[in-house]
């Protein structure tokens, strides 16, 4: 049995498929067919694409209701159980934010630039009928940035499954779906970043199965007068999130995961109380460099 890595481009990160296996060219026929799931899911929904199904939705705001197919709608009834589970915070309409924030140039939106977008902001505002979907404002956007790269994740990694893969993983930018552990046992051990050091590992992390995911404010930022603004964006205020300065979850499914983490971030204050209440293992780094972990309940 041999480990063999399969390093890829797809959703604007660096990504990699590791299978243990005794044939390389059956290995690679394997490897290939989960990277084309993952590559399928970014054509699908990507909003850079003018053909894609959220493009599509979104040159509709305003207008006529699009027919949505049985992936789409699903993946619409996860956003809305994430948007219930984080009181509104977690809300796929919030895409719009980007017109304001680009994190390119150093630039704090004004208060009213922020608020004309936010009012054009609201999961509860579309309406759904079966399977139609229509954003009753013009203007307004869908984005599964928020959870479509884990989502993709577990996609590539029920592909493996089918297929027969025991022991590997997939890491999609960070974003990771263990199959199983290696040949001998042992487990994959992950390193989470310290956020402030990027060549700094801050806890080593031994998985055999499950996903891990980690959210913070060091992946997209700018700094404006000595004030850090990351790319997670409260979808009430328009204001970057700024108490965390990282959250990571371990969970069955990295979609799960990458939901808690994202969730966390966006609850601030709050977000200890929420990590516990799921019993899901986290390990998060506030504003002043100190550790909070749970282990699993």
Not at 189 to 196: A, E, K, L, S, T
Not at 212 to 240: F, K
Not at 245 to 253: K, Q
């Amino acid at each position: 049995m041999q480990i063999y890595r399969i390093p890829f481009k797809a959703m604007a990160s660096s990504c990699e498929v590791v299978i243990v296996d005794t044939d390389e060219q059956l290995m690679f026929a394997k490897a290939q067919e989960a990277i084309a799931e993952v590559r399928r899911i970014e054509v699908k929904y990507s909003r850079y694409r003018p053909d894609s199904i959220v493009s599509r939705i979104n040159s509709q705001a305003g207008g006529d209701a699009v027919a949505c197919d049985e992936e789409t709608v699903a993946l619409f009834d996860y956003a809305q159980a994430l948007h219930q589970a984080s009181d509104g915070l977690f809300d796929i309409t919030a895409g719009i934010l980007r017109q304001a924030w680009d994190f390119k140039s150093q630039r704090v939106p004004a208060a009213d630039e922020l608020q004309a977008l936010c009012q054009r902001i609201g999961w509860a505002k579309v309406e759904r009928a079966g399977d139609k979907l229509r954003l009753p404002l013009a203007g307004m956007e869908i984005d599964f940035g928020g959870f479509g790269k884990e989502y993709a994740a577990d996609r590539a990694a029920a592909i493996l499954e089918a297929a027969g893969v025991t022991h590997g993983y997939v890491n999609l930018g960070g974003d990771i779906r263990v199959l199983g552990p290696k040949p001998d046992g042992q487990a994959w051990v992950m390193g989470i970043q310290d956020p402030r050091q990027q060549d700094k590992i801050v806890a080593s992390i031994p998985l055999t199965t499950g996903a891990l995911a980690t959210s913070g404010d060091y992946e997209r930022y700018i700094e404006v007068g000595g004030q850090r603004y990351c790319h997670i964006l409260n979808p009430h205020t328009g204001m970057p999130v700024s108490y965390w300065r990282s959250i990571s979850v371990l969970a069955p499914l990295a979609a799960l995961a990458g939901s808690c983490t994202t969730i966390g971030m966006l609850k601030e204050a709050d977000a200890l109380a929420y990590l516990q209440k799921t019993g899901l293992r986290f390990l998060a780094i506030d504003q002043q460099g100190k550790v909070h972990t749970q282990a699993a309940a």
